[in-house]
């Protein structure tokens, strides 16, 4: 099993709808992150925590929001999809600073 | 604020010829620097990372990168391309604050031909 989990795979919405994508970690790592990725521009920090009650916002988190449900589980949502949402969203996990990041395989979301 | 800027969106290279990915920092000199690969339909990987207790870093297969303080560069090297490396590749470097955010470079998107 993978040790960070992403679901769904592939999500495809409308405008105007809420999701949300979910991530756990089997890693027993405190840090976690969402990024979303889009053609040209490498990966952004939506979001990252760095324990269930420490949630901070990245370069981008406008239209988003977080949920640190457990050490586990880091979950993004969308209140209103909008069509520029539409990214590749990738869940990582890291042990400290400095150390490497541990990637999902990644959500693709497109939002009609 | 730490940025990071890799040079050349698309690098296409034939199999056995050498690779050489680019990738510049900010002038302040961050305290890790990372090479991340994204092979189709896949999470990002770690290449390798720079910590300053060598300019050289070696990573997995067959990749290193060279830290260079006068030129804030870090580029990414392979002696010989196989058509595996094909991927996405991207660096990376930890944000100023203590916090252990990583800030990506736009990513190079390595072409191997037969």
């Known amino acids: 099993d993978a040790d960070v989990t992403q679901t769904p795979r592939n999500r495809i919405t409308k405008t105007g709808k809420r999701i949300m994508l979910e991530c756990s970690q089997t890693k027993g790592h405190d840090r976690m992150y969402w990024y979303r990725q889009d053609p040209g521009l490498g990966l952004r920090l939506i979001y990252y925590s760095f324990d269930v009650k420490d949630i901070n916002k990245g370069e981008i988190s406008d239209g988003y929001s977080v949920s640190r449900q457990a050490q586990a589980k880091f979950s993004l949502s969308l209140e209103s999809a909008i069509p520029n949402q539409t990214a590749l969203y990738f869940c990582?996990?890291?042990?400290?600073?400095?150390?490497?990041?541990?990637f999902g395989s990644g959500t693709q979301l497109s939002v009609l | 604020a730490q940025s990071v800027t890799q040079l050349g969106s698309h690098v296409s290279v034939s199999e056995g010829a050498l690779v050489l990915l680019r990738c510049n920092y900010s002038s302040s000199v961050p305290p890790y620097l990372f090479w991340y690969v994204q092979y189709p339909n896949q999470g990002l990987q770690l290449l390798l990372k720079?910590?300053?207790?060598?300019?050289l870093v070696k990573g997995i297969n067959g990749f290193e990168a060279e830290f260079k303080k006068s030129e804030t560069s870090f580029h990414l090297t392979k002696p010989s391309a196989h058509m595996s490396d094909a991927a996405e590749y991207f660096c990376?470097?930890?944000?100023?604050?203590?916090?252990?955010?990583?800030?990506f470079g736009q990513g190079t998107t390595l072409q191997v031909k037969p």
């Open positions: 990376a470097v930890t944000s100023s604050s203590n916090t252990g955010k990583l800030i």
């Open positions: 990582a996990t890291s042990v400290r600073e400095g150390e490497k990041l541990f």
């Open positions: 720079y910590t300053s207790a060598a300019t």
